[in-house]
């Protein structure tokens, strides 16, 4: 059994090298496909942990009239944390906003000045931070019901609305657009490698057709004589693999620091930096896959046993 498997490992090496030129095409190709395969993966994680840092630091504020009473206040924030959509529910009194509101201007005496002779102008709030900012229909009709909108302060609407509202929406609309692209663009690179190595399979059995006559007249196995051209593809795929992990590599690790100033590719990079063994199988079995799929259907095709 090993030594039938040596064997067919070392017809499928002599037919890589054979036909270096289509062997060097189909392989280049496949290194592409599994390039992009990889590094929209590096992207995609890095959009979503860029988004998800951006959503976590969003949280609502619903300002509050002087006149709320402490029962009201309890039931308003039962109501908003018993919908699923809240991650949080924090009451942030007067006193409180006015010492933050403080801290914030602490180097323009001006406005601690003005601010001493008007008092406390702020409102007491209630700060809510939402599981998913894009989705708050279900936390606005709290509000908008009557017995908690008349706690509300109308003067000083939701802090979350409008511009930063539409902020995050388009910062979602080009994560979602990058991640179609990146999902289309792998799937054409892995049907062109695919009819690359289906037409390289091809001509290989077009080449050999009279070493496989005479195998089929000596009596040898059909695996025998297909393992060959399975396993030639199979190298485009472990080359192909290996070479497309060292370049996702180089170019997150060397590259990933630079863009940390506008994406978040640190948990990426860690993951990378953890995995590297789990990266490789991964790569290695998806060229494996896509190289021995392809041979099989040129096979079946082709050669006929």
């Known amino acids: 059994m090993w030594l039938q498997f040596w064997r067919v490992m070392h017809a499928g090496t002599r037919n890589f090298l054979r036909n270096a030129w289509l062997s060097t095409a189909a392989t280049a190709v496949m290194t592409i496909t599994l390039a992009i395969i990889v590094l929209s993966f590096i992207s995609n994680s890095a959009l979503t942990s860029t988004i998800k840092g951006v959503t976590d630091k969003i949280d609502i504020s619903l300002y509050l ?3 709320v009473t402490p029962g009201q206040l309890q039931t308003f924030e039962a109501a908003l944390s018993a919908d699923p959509n809240v991650a949080s529910v924090t009451y942030l009194s007067k006193a409180d906003a006015l010492s933050d509101y403080q801290r914030q201007i602490s180097g323009n005496q001006q406005l601690l000045e003005g601010l001493q002779l008007a008092g406390n102008p702020l409102p007491a709030s209630i700060q809510v931070r939402a599981k998913d900012p894009r989705h708050l229909d279900s936390i ?20 979350y609305s ?12 080009v994560s ?17 490698s695919t009819l690359i190595i289906f037409n390289t399979i091809r001509m290989a059995i077009f080449t050999r057709r009279e070493e496989i006559e005479i195998m089929k007249l000596v009596g040898a196995t059909k695996w025998f004589i297909r393992g060959p051209f399975v396993f030639e593809a199979a190298m485009y795929g472990i080359i192909a693999a290996v070479i497309a992990v060292a370049l996702s590599y180089v170019i997150l690790l060397g590259g990933g620091p630079k863009l940390g100033s506008y994406i978040n590719v640190q948990s990426t990079i860690n993951f990378f930096r953890a995995y590297p063994i789990l990266v490789i199988i991964g790569e290695l079995v998806v060229g494996i896959f896509i190289g021995a799929f392809s041979s099989l259907l040129a096979l079946s095709r082709y050669l006929k046993l």
């Open 65 to 67: 009239n002087d006149s």
């Open 140 to 159: 606005i009709a709290i509000t908008n019901e009557p017995q908690f909108k008349t706690l509300l302060d109308p003067t000083a609407p939701p802090s």
């Open 162 to 173: 409008g511009q930063n509202k539409a902020t995050i929406n388009r910062i979602v609309s």
């Open 176 to 192: 979602n657009f990058f991640k179609r692209s990146e999902l289309v663009a792998s799937l054409m690179f892995v049907v062109i």
